[in-house]
């Protein structure tokens, strides 16, 4: 199964890319789609649909995942924030792929072990997972982060729908 984990953001929306067989996680790619901010929203919001929709041919993932959004003190950056994320929901669902949501603490939680952690740490994880990646910046650990958060959820909804089938027979 190969994963593409989405940390959406207008400026830069990080993305990873991993496969998946079994326990076995391997990684594929990772980078940072840029907007610069002296253009106007909605010329941000194509450059961010036309990079991600070349990830997405370029990888041919099987599935994707997006961060939630937070609420920010700042109500127009959180509205900013939101229609980053639509672009980032969107491109996947365009492709015909599944896409899974998970809230920041739940990815700290899942690739740290604290749902608290601090980027620094998250960082760490990452690199101790997928040995030997080049990671292109911060966001990009977060999608890959986000990309290994998936990978698990994944993997235990399939161990559970196995036994729920055994027990059922």
């Known amino acids: ?3 593409l984990g989405i940390d959406p953001g207008l400026r830069n929306m990080g993305w990873g890319i991993i496969d ?3 326990p076995r996680m391997t990684h594929v790619a990772n980078g940072v ?3 610069l901010a002296s253009d106007d929203l909605a010329t941000r919001l194509l ?3 036309d990079q991600m929709t070349h990830v997405v ?3 041919a993932p ?3 995942a997006v961060e939630q959004t937070f609420v920010n003190k700042d109500a127009v950056a959180t509205l900013k924030l939101g229609q980053a994320r ?3 929901l969107l491109v996947p669902a365009q ?3 599944p896409i899974g949501e998970y809230a920041p603490n739940a990815v700290k939680k899942t690739v740290v072990g604290v749902g608290h952690a601090a980027k620094q740490q998250v960082e760490h994880m990452i690199k101790l997972q997928l040995p030997g990646a080049k990671l292109a910046g911060p966001d990009a650990v977060d999608a890959l982060a986000i990309a290994i958060t998936h990978s698990y959820h994944a993997q235990s909804s399939s161990r559970l729908a196995d036994a729920i089938k055994k027990a059922a027979s």
Do not use: E, P
Request: hydrophobic share 50%; aromatic share 8%; with cysteine.
């Open 20 to 22: 998946v067989a079994g």
């Open 47 to 49: 450059s961010l649909f």
């Open 86 to 88: 639509a672009v980032a």
């Open 95 to 97: 492709a015909g792929l």
């Open 57 to 59: 041919r370029t990888y």
């Open 33 to 35: 789609c840029h907007s």
């Open 62 to 64: 099987d599935c994707a």
């Open 1 to 3: 199964m190969r994963v």
